[in-house]
């Protein structure tokens, strides 16, 4: 699985990070959301399914 | 509602300002929802209602077809800004919040970087230290009502202290906040609030002049020193965007906490649950509390364009109402939406607006909001709230709040220093610590956003 956020989508929510924190950064600046690391380890994919499922702006997008 | 059609010729009638729709609004969501989510009103000079949740998301993270713009000078469109009944005659905009782009993502610029989650965690300490003195001067008798006397303060002493006001000035700012929201115009009541809220802008028309001069660190001081579209902020602006954070940060937090409580007052079960497993359910209660009560249930937009959404003609200039409250319970994404489910998965409730002008002090809602409850459940964990005691806003079609609170408890012991001499106490911290600063400085948060 690979994870990334939509920059023009976002809008700081944070609900990715509480979902996932080990797989979401928030900037301090602004507290929008990126993912570091593309590839999403197998025992975090249905963290990372649930965070983009909880994401107002349905700014995450997954690739299987 | 009548009509079901909900287009021009067979308008619903939609009036959320009215004193039984706080009791019949679960009726009414239903009833859009499934004959028309997105719907003309005939109320307030006519208006559409977006009320479906995949209504909402199509339209509102557009701000090309969705104005916020309060162009109450007649400059360019006269659109007439994000209430709904609109105010025409009132000369001023409810700062960033009624700005389209590009002037309104320079506002966001200058402010984001005191209200990420980042620059929030700095306030802990003193959220949490707020909170243990207004508990302190209740816990010995017993007795304690939730709004005046815990949700009312803490949010409000939190903003003063980011905006980099006195924080002692709390009480001149905390009632016309309130009051200014809840009281119906023709209210008896209306020349006090009036009063209150005059005192209110004279004293920050006064502190802005004193952060001008003394540079105290703090988001008015960014105002005070910021560019927009390569210009100084007017007076005004800086007023107008201060009564916004002001507005944002004070009774919406209140609301939601009061709520919260009087539910989990109302279902012990559940307050058990959440009070043995922090952990666990702090996080997904707090956003489904939020989902539930969506303490701004909603706001106006102006459309610009022709647009065709769900089977409806939007018109240019037609009004719209963006109904938060009712997309949040939309089944479709919440299954049983009206009920309270402390665990609810993949709740992407619109409480916090969304797209660009998602609000600003989510971080602080949150953060200040948790801090409360937690407290509470731990200090105070068999309060009952009084069901006879207990003040909603009597009109909730701007802010779903409450006025009164009472609850009993089994009195605790004090932990520290008193309400007074605690906000002392940070009034120095703040001041030595320099914490209203911004957590990010540098190239990054001076560059214009295109």
Redesign the interface.
Known sequence: MKVRVDPE?C?????C??AAPQVFT??????HSSAPVEEVAPELEQAVR?AA??????AIIISE | MTSVEGDKEAPVHYDRHSPDYIDHFDDITHELHSKCPIAWSDTYGGHWVASGYKEVFEIARDATLLSNDHDFRGERKSYQGITIPSQPGRASRGGFLEMDPPEQRDYRRILDPYLSPAAVARWTPMVEDLTRASLDERIETGTIDFVDDLANIVPAVMTLAMLGLPLVDWVIYCEPAHAGVYTPPDSPDMPRVIAAGMAMGQRLAESVIDVRRNRWPGMVDALVTGQVCGAPISDDDIRDTVILLIGGGFDTTTSLTAHSLEWLSEHPAERDRLRADPHGLLDSATEEFLRFYTPAPGDGRTVTREHELSGKRLEEADRLWLSWSMANRDPSVFPDPDDVKIDRKHNRHTSFGLGLHRCIGSNVARSVFKTMLSAVLQRMPDYRCDPAGAVHYDTIGTINGMKHLPATFTPGSRLGAGLDETIAHWQKVVADQRLAEPVVRGAQANDSVA
């Open positions: 989508v809008q700081g929510h944070t609900l990070a509480m928030l900037s301090e600046y602004d507290g649930d499922a909880t994401c107002p702006e349905q």
